[in-house]
């Protein structure tokens, strides 16, 4: 696949294979009802430069599993100059990322890297240097690396690092953000060098389980360098 050609599903199954760097003027969207795989094979997807939108994003119903089968595979560079998710937004949908970077990427509402509303689960995944911009927004935004609104977010392994909340509004949340009612289980995570308002490393008003992780090098301007927690957290 040569990152821009469509994609063609059977039965509702496309498996994919990213043959070179590539750039995108547009976002893919996986479908409700279809299933996609897609293997980076160590090469980057990133975006056109005039293009002002998402990587990713995932249908409610839908499934995507993205993976690197080579080494050093990465979405990196996209904006979602209006809304969440710079790098991928699941909408209800289930994802799976394994050993892939999301850097780079830029959301004005929350959720530079990822966003997620539905079911998401990470393993020795890096989500670095992604930015979310409060300032093209009137009101506050969470999450510079992960905002995980509703649903479920479960890290295994990896890195949180570097991620950024800009803005003269609110913001929560520099590496993680965890929205009330939304569930958090992060184990053998670093998470590191994160910047926001409240909660550099870790914002959390839902419930989160951190288990073997390393929290450091975070800043918050106001409450929580390393962790800001106004629910459940073990």
């Known amino acids: 696949w040569n990152g821009t050609d469509t994609i063609a599903y059977t039965d509702g199954v496309a498996y994919v294979y990213l043959s070179a760097d590539a750039e995108r003027d547009s976002t893919l969207t996986v479908e409700s009802g279809n299933t996609l795989y897609r293997c980076l094979n160590g090469n980057t997807l990133s975006r056109t430069s005039g293009f002002t ?18 080494e050093g595979g990465a979405i990196s560079g996209f904006t979602s100059a209006t809304s969440a998710g710079g790098g991928v937004y699941n909408y209800g949908g289930t994802v799976t990322m394994e050993n892939v970077t999301i850097s780079g990427n830029t959301a004005a509402s929350g959720g530079g890297g990822v966003y997620n509303d539905g079911t998401f689960t990470m393993e020795n995944v890096t989500v670095s240097n992604n930015t ?37 509004h609110g913001t929560s949340g520099g590496g993680i953000y965890v929205a009330s009612g939304a569930t958090a289980e992060i184990t053998d995570v670093t998470i590191r060098d994160n910047t926001a308002y409240n909660g550099g490393g870790v914002c959390n008003y839902g419930t989160f389980t951190m288990e073997n992780s390393t929290v450091s090098g975070n ?16």
């Open 132 to 168: 979310a911009n409060t300032d093209e927004i009137p009101y506050g935004a969470y999450g510079g690396g992960i905002y995980c609104s509703t649903g479920t977010l479960t890290i295994r392994g990896g890195t949180i690092s570097g991620n950024e909340m800009k803005g003269t």
């Open 219 to 234: 800043i918050a301007a106001y409450e929580g360098g390393g962790v800001y927690n106004d629910d459940t957290f073990t």
């Open 53 to 70: 939108g998402r990587a990713i994003t995932v249908s409610s119903g839908a499934t995507f599993v993205l993976t690197d089968c080579g």
